[in-house]
């Protein structure tokens, strides 16, 4: 049997027919949509809101629950979409980030056979002849590939310079499994674009094409083995941090062959504490190695969860740190440019420094500010932000009184309603990367202060970023030269407005305000004629089931009517 029938032949867990899985994928995100629709959108509209707000915790909760059966029934990117999911937790609410957190350990291997004939087939040669032993039971088994500790034969040890080493594989028939998904994410991906809610703050087909392109990289284990090698490079004068070695000889775009570095998992306490470490000082320096990926290197680790990183204790500690931290899984790298380097960098600048104004005209820079964003207003927001939770670490903030919050989110409740935020291409990576980051950092200590890790770096960041003062002095005075030179004509053009009388005052904010009270008393009759309709109609069914339903149907006119008048305000 060919090594193209064997694959076939063997079965891919939670695969099924193709078709089939791409159905049902679209009509579970079909489904969810409708039902999201619904609730956040429709019933808010026309006066029941309240509704929507007494079910969301429930409603969170079990869409979770489902996609959570769904991903590991299916595998593939399912998995992949799941743990990008609870790795939200920025965004999304613990009923979602809590159920979906699992999904890092409870992808289901390959049997042992399956792996065999896929590596072989990949090497050309029985395993027997490359290792001296592979263990059959997986060290890890994830959703795109699952990794087996092994031993080389002398001589091929000899030849890559490794003895202990991890092959990793490819699940079989993974790559028909990321087609069918993907053609199922960019279908969900066009629906969300034509709602404008989802689309004014995010290119949704773009970023599944960024997820599509970072997916078909990571089952290309030669695009994996090359991250690796630019990882290590990028530190080799770090001794905070290491990388496994790579044995090309036996590596191909399916089978990938790393020198075995397993030691401590991040998260593992009381492992840490055995060996004499202290997690709350693995916290800052996985942080500031992370910064230093993604504001400095510009290649970055785009999913550092606790599996695929070790603490690595130092035999001979006497002249540097006594413990190394290990990345391993390099098939998920991301790159940040130049430019939107920059942005991140002065964002960073401006967080550390609590300076409010600073902080949002960098989120411009960096694209995540929505062009019609009051950004006077969202400057104000964040100053106040800053001058009241600034500073305070996780554990600090889950202490502070939730009608801080409340009054916060009263006080600015238009705007933080409005959310003044899209989602960037080239972001996903980067907010993933950043949220595990935050996780793993909570982990090891809850006590931990992002700022305090924070505020050193941007400090180096701007003694950095010093040696270019000239220039941004020289680049200021230029532009108030130009001003200068146009305020006469300006000037002249004002006047001239003033005298012929076409001179307008707008006042965009109290425009809004005054046509949302409009589309509120509108919606609030709708709704009191709908409710009144439904309940009569419910009454009057009793006695007479015609006229009762009559009034039940008739009702969807104001609600329909109510529906629409919030749709035109948007």
Not at 78 to 106: A, Y
Not at 164 to 173: A, D, E, H, I
Not at 397 to 417: I, K, P, S, T, Y
């Amino acid at each position: 049997m060919t090594a193209a029938r064997r694959e076939r032949a063997d079965p891919v867990p939670g695969a099924g027919d193709t078709r089939a899985r791409y159905r049902r994928i679209l009509r579970f995100a079909a489904w969810n949509l409708a039902v999201t629709w619904w609730f956040e959108l429709l019933l808010p509209r026309v006066g029941l809101g309240r509704i929507a707000e007494r079910t969301r915790a429930r409603r969170m909760r079990s869409f979770a629950q489902r996609f959570h059966v769904l991903a590991v029934e299916l595998g593939g990117l399912m998995i992949k979409v799941g743990q990008f999911l609870s790795s939200r937790l920025d965004v999304l609410p613990p009923e979602i980030t809590k159920e979906l957190e699992g999904l890092q350990d409870e992808v289901p291997p390959v049997p042992f056979p399956a792996i065999r004939a896929l590596a072989e087939a990949e090497l050309g040669a029985p395993l027997d002849l490359v290792f001296a032993s592979v263990e059959e039971t997986p060290i890890a088994a994830a959703s795109l590939g699952q990794a087996h500790r092994a031993q080389l034969l002398p001589a091929n040890a000899a030849d890559a310079g490794l003895h202990g080493v991890v092959v990793k594989v490819q699940r079989p028939g993974i790559e028909a499994i990321v087609d069918v998904d993907l053609a199922a994410l960019r279908k969900v991906g066009g629906w969300l674009s034509h709602v404008r809610l989802v689309s004014d703050r995010a290119d949704v087909p773009a970023l599944v094409e960024e997820f599509a392109q970072t997916s078909l990289e990571e089952i290309d284990y030669l695009h994996e083995a090359a991250n690796a090698e630019r990882f290590a490079a990028d530190f080799a004068e770090d001794e905070r941090v290491e990388a496994p070695g790579v044995a090309w000889e036996w590596s191909t775009r399916r089978v990938l062959v790393l020198e075995d570095v397993t030691a401590i998992k991040i998260t593992d306490a009381v492992a840490l504490r055995e060996a004499g470490i202290d997690p709350a000082k693995v916290a800052p320096v996985f942080a500031s190695v992370m910064f230093d990926q993604l504001f400095t290197n510009g290649f970055f680790h785009a999913d550092p969860h606790p599996g695929n990183i070790f603490v690595t204790p130092v035999t001979d500690a006497s002249e540097g740190r006594p413990w190394k931290l290990t990345f391993i899984d390099f098939g998920m790298m991301g790159e940040v440019p130049p430019g939107t380097r920059r942005g991140l960098r002065k964002l960073l600048i401006a967080a550390a420094s609590r300076d409010g104004k600073g902080l949002v005209s960098a989120i411009s820079d960096v694209g995540v500010l929505v062009p019609s964003a009051d950004r006077a207003e969202l400057e104000r927001a964040m100053t106040h932000l800053f001058a009241r939770f600034g500073g305070m670490g996780f554990a600090q903030l889950r202490e502070v009184n939730q009608r801080e919050f409340l009054e916060f989110a009263v006080e600015f409740g238009d705007l933080v309603r409005s959310l003044p935020f899209q989602l960037p291409e080239n972001f996903l990576l980067i907010i993933r990367a950043m949220s595990l980051t935050s996780g793993v950092c909570s982990s090891l200590d809850d006590r931990f202060n992002l700022w305090d890790s924070v505020e050193p770096y941007a400090a180096q960041l701007l003694r950095d970023e010093r040696g270019n003062v000239v220039q941004d002095v020289a680049q200021q005075a230029f532009d108030a030269a130009g001003i200068a030179l146009r305020l006469p004509k300006r000037l002249d053009g004002l006047v001239t407005r003033i005298e012929d009388g076409s001179l307008s005052v707008a006042n965009p904010r109290l425009e809004r305000q005054l046509a949302r009270l409009d589309r509120t008393v509108r919606r609030a009759a709708s709704a009191l004629i709908f409710g009144a309709l439904l309940i009569a109609g419910s009454i009057v069914r009793a006695d007479d089931a015609v006229l009762g339903g009559v009034l039940m149907i008739v009702s969807v006119v104001p609600l329909l009517h109510g529906a629409w008048v919030g749709r035109r305000g948007l």
